[in-house]
């Protein structure tokens, strides 16, 4: 039990990321969905809109709970925000792809696309936005 404490610990901040970022997944998919079926708006437009929402929360919770980098927030908001939007058109690729090309469901594939973009995102804020010596 106390190895499983002890390797929680260590992984603590990959942890929380994780958790924070299922935050921003789940509301870029709810406002998605939301804008996708109930108001029919163009899916990419939908797209933008929710990961813009869920960049918006992630940044927050990771500088002030998980990362703890408080320092010059508006520059790491503005390289969190950078990394969002490369997501964001690599999202929007891959939505156009499995949607207009191979016809895939709406949400079926955004659930696909989330899975590959977190990935991506993870490591480029963990390496750049949140990195201690980005700003030295």
């Given at each position: 039990?106390?190895q499983?404490i002890?390797?929680?610990?260590?992984h603590?901040?990959f942890?929380?990321y994780?958790?924070i970022?299922?935050?921003?997944?789940?509301l870029?998919?709810?406002?998605?969905?939301i804008?996708?079926?109930?108001?029919?708006?163009?899916?990419?437009?939908?797209?933008?809109?929710?990961?813009?929402?869920g960049?918006?929360?992630n940044?927050?919770?990771n500088?002030?709970?998980?990362?703890?980098?408080?320092?010059?927030?508006?520059?790491?908001f503005?390289?969190?925000?950078?990394?969002?939007v490369?997501?964001?058109?690599?999202?929007?690729l891959?939505?156009?792809f499995m949607?207009d090309?191979f016809?895939?469901?709406?949400?079926?594939?955004?659930?696909?696309?989330?899975?590959?973009?977190?990935?991506?995102?993870?490591?480029?804020n963990k390496?750049?936005?949140?990195?201690?010596g980005?700003l030295?």
């Amino acid at each position: 039990m106390i190895q499983i404490i002890k390797k929680v610990e260590k992984h603590r901040e990959f942890i929380v990321y994780c958790l924070i970022g299922f935050s921003g997944v789940c509301l870029d998919f709810i406002v998605y969905t939301i804008l996708t079926k109930h108001f029919n708006i163009y899916y990419q437009i939908a797209n933008a809109i929710g990961v813009i929402s869920g960049i918006c929360n992630n940044f927050f919770w990771n500088a002030f709970l998980n990362f703890r980098q408080k320092d010059c927030l508006f520059v790491r908001f503005c390289s969190f925000c950078s990394v969002g939007v490369l997501v964001l058109g690599i999202s929007g690729l891959l939505l156009w792809f499995m949607i207009d090309t191979f016809d895939w469901n709406k949400i079926i594939a955004k659930i696909v696309i989330i899975f590959i973009v977190t990935l991506i995102q993870f490591v480029l804020n963990k390496y750049i936005t949140f990195s201690k010596g980005m700003l030295k």
